[in-house]
């Protein structure tokens, strides 16, 4: 009987060794490291707010972060990323993921957080940061992008904006509206098209021509078909008929043309623009010289792309979301922390509060239980953007990472550089669309290429 006890008690004595090793184990001092530009004016702030709420949940996690710009985020990411020193969490564009898979530094975030979270977010706007199956990121928003309006002039000129806020239009409406916004020291319609976000203006424009994704279902690469010949030729009209400018425009002029009376209609634009005209709007009333230079108070719209071709109205939509990355030292018990960490800023009140300085909805259930809208939201804005959204189509399944790369790369080195050239009246719409053509088919194959009319 003495044996037994004493066998009893050592194994007792082994489980409780085990049981204290693993409660260590779980509760060892780690570091998460993420890296993020201003999402919006206060992100940055409120990121170290719930850094630290985070580090009181978890007292043995720390959080540290890397701030950037706008303009150095992704050179620095991709910079760090080849070096083997990418930081644990990452925010990028959606059409910036398959960069990260074919470096073999994204991970397969499913195998590292629970499923119930994972459910927590939408199927669609998961699917932007996803490949051939695997889920690589977490979605901060689905983001709209379309076109934005001085409310005021247009219905000065007697536009009816609410109809075509809530019907949409075609692009021979939408001319004839641009048209009739020209005059002298007012272009009807800009573009932020100079550089590389030349390409945006044929992203947004391109939803209402039947290119909301560079591929179909089929997997055939879209830029190639009739669609785009119509998009480019409706380019060129704009720009020969003077009812936008030939220049490059910067995306900080945009917004500032429109509020200067200098344009009516503006690209690209997204529902948050409202807040930055109610702010001028208010400096101006306020007299204390914040407000931009020579702007005048004035109303904002969101408005829908025009359609063209007899196609169904659309909207393009990206995903700006969270991605964890592996470098040096990474082990699985570390992204299991990650994880914890990247859910916790991309839900509930975290990512609420977010969308609301967005003008956005969040896009995981937890967020919009979470949600509050601020009073003075414009009604008509709040129902255009909430439409546009459910226009959104997400990439089709099936597209590889090196599908996405090499579009991208077609894009940013053959399709933009032609393009800006088209802009600026030194080649034609169909010059364009032949070396789209001829760059697409050596990219991908002809026999990977839609041909005729899209749809």
């Known amino acids: ?23 260590a184990e779980s509760e060892k001092e780690d570091t998460i490291v993420i890296m993020a530009p201003p999402v919006t004016g206060n992100y940055l702030e409120n990121l170290k707010t719930w850094a630290a709420d985070f580090h009181e949940l ?55 957080m629970d499923a119930d979270r994972l459910a927590d977010y939408d199927a669609n706007a998961l699917k932007y940061l996803s490949l051939e199956g695997t889920t690589y990121g977490l979605p901060l928003y689905l983001t709209i992008q379309s076109i934005g309006a001085n409310k005021t002039m247009m219905t000065e000129l007697g536009i009816d904006v609410a109809k075509i806020q809530q019907e949409g239009w075609t692009y021979e409406e939408f001319l004839e509206t641009i048209k009739t916004g020209t005059k002298d020291g007012c272009y009807g319609f800009i573009f932020a098209n100079s550089g590389v ?10 939803a ?23 998009l480019l030729s409706a380019v060129e009209e704009m720009t020969q008929s003077g009812y936008m400018p030939n220049f490059g425009v910067e995306a900080g002029q945009r917004m500032v043309m429109c509020q200067t009376g200098n344009a009516m209609i503006f690209g690209k634009a997204m529902p948050l623009f409202e807040a930055n005209f109610k702010k001028n709007n208010a400096a101006l009333e306020a007299n204390d010289g914040t407000a931009v230079e020579n702007s ?15 196609c169904a109205e659309a909207c393009y939509g990206t995903v700006d979301g969270l991605i964890a990355m592996r470098n040096k030292g990474t082990t699985d ?42 009073e003075g939201r414009d009604a008509d804005n709040l129902a255009t953007a909430a439409r546009c959204i459910a226009m959104v189509q997400a990439p ?46 050596a990219s991908f194959g002809a026999e990977n ?3 005729g009319k899209l749809g």
Request: contains cysteine.
């Open 1 to 23: 009987m003495k044996k037994l006890l004493a066998l009893m008690l050592a194994c007792l004595m082994i489980v409780g060794l085990f049981a204290g090793s693993a409660m």
């Open 58 to 112: 978890h007292p043995n996690l720390t959080v540290e972060i890397i701030e950037t710009s706008w303009g150095d985020h992704n050179d620095k990411l991709s910079t760090m990323a080849q070096a083997g020193e990418a930081p644990d969490i990452a925010e990028i564009s959606s059409n910036a993921l398959g960069t990260y898979v074919e470096m073999g530094v994204a991970i397969d975030i499913a195998k590292y």
């Open 197 to 206: 976000t030349a390409s945006d203006m044929l992203y947004i424009f391109g």
């Open 208 to 230: 209402g021509v039947g290119l909301s994704n560079t591929f179909t279902d089929d997997l055939k690469y879209t830029f190639t078909s009739e669609n785009m010949l119509t």
């Open 296 to 310: 005048l108070p004035m109303d904002y719209a969101f408005l829908p792309v025009p359609t063209m071709m007899g």
């Open 333 to 374: 018990e570390h992204l299991e922390n990650v994880l914890l960490f990247m859910d916790y800023i991309c839900s509930g009140d975290r990512i609420a509060a977010c969308m609301n300085d967005l003008y956005l909805d969040p896009v995981c259930q937890s967020g919009r239980d979470a949600l509050v809208l601020p």
């Open 396 to 441: 089709p399944e099936g597209v590889t990472a090196e599908m996405t790369a090499t579009a991208k790369k077609l894009m940013d080195e053959q399709i933009v550089p032609k393009f800006q050239l088209l802009l600026a009246g030194e080649t034609t719409a169909q010059e364009v669309y032949d070396h789209i053509c001829e760059a697409a088919y």
């Open 449 to 451: 290429c839609v041909s």
